[in-house]
């Protein structure tokens, strides 16, 4: 089990509703209300003890949920004696402190893999803590100011850092969104779709139905090269950044690291759980890649 995860994937966690995830701030009240990442909860434990001293009895019957925040509103959760993390629906956790490896998230984080419940597959600690993230998603934290327009609603999933990201029409159709995360470029995969803002961004329309006869694979090439020279930021979307989107992110990555299809699709899955490529778009990209022409 990994032990940290990164700023940008807990931000594309945040944005996978399919994903059951708590995030869970360690740090002293006083810090988490300065500045929290939004939806996170804050924990504290009844003890004066050092956290090497913790046990699993205490954790289970002396945390207690305090606040979290959400569009800069402060709001009061039930106290919860007997928190027990068994029943707990969730098969993500995130533990967030200042720095990513504080004695208090370190120990917590060893206690809750103790007691998790079968089911629970991650129990990480952000890494570089909350300071770090709030440097790459300011908009995520509790202290930024974007609208709730632009944060009630999911981003879209970051596949590279700064460069490539994978969702839908509602995102392309956000210009807030587009603007916090400094898009420059945007790819339509949607025949239905039209291009929101072709005054303000550079886009490629390669449209087509997601229906399996569609021939997908005619736009790779036209593709890859939209996103490559880009110099920018490229959102690519089709309505839902299920299908004809993420049939297009995957052939990316495939020509990009060299990898073939499988890995490029579950790396793509792993930042964002509900792409599904129809069968015919998944039969092009494994053809795509027999004949050779996914690594040129």
């Known amino acids: 089990m990994e032990s940290h995860t990164s700023a940008t994937e807990l931000y594309n966690l945040l944005q996978d509703p399919a994903r059951p ?14 500045l929290a990442v939004r939806t996170s909860i804050h924990l504290s434990l009844d003890t004066q003890d050092p956290p090497e ?5 205490l954790l289970k019957t002396s945390v207690h949920c305090v606040k979290y925040f959400w569009n800069d509103t402060e709001c009061e ?8 993390l068994r029943g707990l629906m969730f098969n993500t956790i995130v533990f967030v402190d200042n720095d990513g490896d504080s004695p208090a998230a370190i ?4 206690l809750v893999i103790q007691e998790a419940r079968t089911g629970v597959t991650s129990v990480t600690i952000l890494q570089g803590g909350v300071h770090n993230f709030s440097s790459t998603y300011p908009f995520l934290c509790s202290s930024h100011s974007a609208s709730n327009k632009a944060v009630d609603g999911l981003f879209p999933t970051e596949l590279i850092q700064d460069c490539l990201y994978l969702g839908s029409y509602e995102n392309a159709t956000n210009l807030e969104q587009l603007n916090l995360l400094h898009i420059t470029h945007v790819l339509n995969m949607g025949d239905e779709l039209e291009n929101k803002y072709p005054d303000m961004f550079n ?3 390669c449209g087509l139905d997601d229906t399996s006869a569609n021939n997908i694979a005619q736009f790779f090439e036209k593709c890859i090269e939209f996103i490559r020279n880009s110099g920018g930021r490229v959102l690519v ?6 299908s004809r989107s993420s049939a297009i992110s995957i052939a990316y990555m495939m020509r990009k690291n060299n990898w073939n299809f499988e890995k490029a699709k579950e790396f793509v899955r792993s930042q964002r759980s509900t792409i599904k490529p129809n069968d015919g778009f998944t039969a092009q990209l494994k053809e795509w890649q027999s004949l050779g022409e996914s690594q040129q």
């Open 53 to 57: 001293r913790w046990t699993l009895d």
């Open 203 to 205: 886009y490629l329309k």
């Open 107 to 110: 120990r917590l984080r060893e």
């Open 77 to 84: 959760l039930k106290e919860s004696k007997d928190w027990g």
């Open 21 to 34: 995830k708590i995030v869970i701030d360690v740090r002293p009240l006083e810090d988490y209300k300065r």
């Open 237 to 242: 979307h089709c309505a839902m950044g299920i």
